[in-house]
């Protein structure tokens, strides 16, 4: 079983109101993006390619595109330390700051037939239309996370507070599909 973190989103909260474009015009980084015309957010990378910081005038913010929690808490601590730098927030700032969503990709070691799955698995805790949509997605009550199933046996996780969690909904599926064999 391998079930591989594909992208990790947290959000925070400053504590404070925010002049995004007085804030874009302060931030060192040349990857920044503020366009309220288009989105209300601020966009900003601290590198090139890498994580993706979604920040509002409410000080709210969103980091996406992370391939790992310990990346995450990294992106998050050198955000805010940049923000500390400029003066926008205390170095001792209390600012809250969880993981939203892991979404993870794994593979079913057996290829299933989607219908026969759907049908297996309970129609209340699955959709199936392959005329809108191409994968199964099921909705198991007792996980915190949703699985999106594919015809090629790839599967998506989504909806996961943790890799601990996202690792049940697979093995959770696996046995499932076990019993219906």
Do not use: W
């Not at 129609?123 to 949509?133: A, K, N, S």
């Not at 999106?148 to 601990?164: C, R, S, W």
């Amino acid at each position: 079983m391998t079930v591989e973190i594909a992208n990790i989103v947290g959000s925070g909260d400053l504590g404070v109101e925010l002049d995004v474009e007085a804030l874009e015009a302060d931030l060192s980084t040349p990857y920044s993006e503020y366009d309220p015309s288009n989105y209300h957010g601020l966009y900003v990378r601290l590198e090139e390619g890498g994580p993706l910081i979604t920040i509002y005038r409410s000080g709210k913010y969103i980091i996406s595109g992370c391939s790992s929690e310990e990346s995450l808490h990294e992106t998050n601590e050198e955000f805010l330390g940049m923000l500390a730098n400029l003066g926008v927030i205390g170095r001792d700032a209390q600012t809250r700051f969880t993981v939203e969503n892991v979404v993870c990709t794994a593979m079913l070691d057996n290829l299933v037939s989607l219908n026969a799955l759907a049908i297996g698995l309970g129609l209340e805790v699955t959709e199936y239309e392959p005329e809108q949509f191409p994968g199964l997605v099921y909705r198991p009550e007792e996980i915190g996370a949703v699985l999106l199933v594919f015809a090629n046996g790839k599967m998506v996780i989504t909806g996961a507070k943790d890799i601990e969690t996202a690792e049940s909904a697979y093995n959770h599926l696996q046995t499932r599909i076990q019993e219906l064999v």
